[in-house]
């Protein structure tokens, strides 16, 4: 990562850093991100403690705490709405499927059931709203030598805070961001914020490759013109990008290109070129 450029990581990978090696560390050193924050407690502690004796060579991530508070939410529910015996019957349309599960004439109790439970799990409170699971606090990280460092946190209630625990009274009296944050060390290994874009000076425009054969045409077309040999590009992704491109207070001029049958490492080379 070399100064003056910013990278922000999305939670899927974030909630993923621990499962990351030295390499793929070294190659991230100054970038932010936003995880899911799971509090400490006891039962986590044991839990990850019993995982290590039996898996040791397996790491535990947040997406197995959800896998198993996720079975426990259904154990809950099951015992509530009292549908200990469930038993599947299928339907028509299914008798002609080999292997197909059937349907459950409990189903509609039980997924209104699972839909109120509510209880502290090992990732934290669990429960649902509208009917996803809601994380309350994310924890944004800043990555710096071998693993991610927490520079604050977020919620919905209250925005970005220094410590999880924080009062309303101390907020109020935060003005900016780096207020309510700890110093973050940008890529170059530097304080200095970075300044961000700045207008180029030598006219270059952005390159855009869309794959030809996407498979989902509602997501991205690419159609060519056999008489005029012109190329339109067209399909969801294509109008947000460009939706995103005209609401930047700056000029991002760029075209589209296709690209044919490439594996995703010749397409990263093609970028590198």
Known sequence: MKQGYVWILTNAITDGLSLMNETEFDTMQ????????????EELEAFKSRWKNRFPLSDLSVYG????????????????????????????????????LGVSQYGPKLFQTLSGVRFKGLAGDFRFINRELQPSVFEIVNVNGHGGRTIGYWMKEHGL???????????????????????????????????????????KRLKIGVPNNSGSPQFVKVTRDPITNSTTF??????????????????????FFPIEDLDYETLVYQVYL
């Open 30 to 41: 100054g970038v932010l991100g936003v995880k899911t924050y799971v509090p400490r407690s």
């Open 65 to 100: 705490l959800w896998a198993y508070d996720a079975t426990t939410a259904l154990a809950l529910a099951i015992e509530e709405s009292g549908t200990s015996n469930l038993t599947f019957v299928k339907t028509d349309a299914m008798r002609n499927m080999s292997g197909g």
């Open 234 to 255: 067209s399909g969801f992704c294509i109008e947000y990008f460009e939706a995103v491109i005209q609401a930047m207070p700056y000029d991002a001029s760029s075209d």
């Open 161 to 203: 805070l220094k410590n999880v625990d924080q009062t309303k009274a101390t907020m109020t009296t935060f003005s900016t961001w780096k207020d309510r944050l700890r110093p973050v060390i940008w890529p170059g290994d530097t304080t200095f914020v970075p300044k961000g874009w700045e207008i180029p000076t030598n006219g």
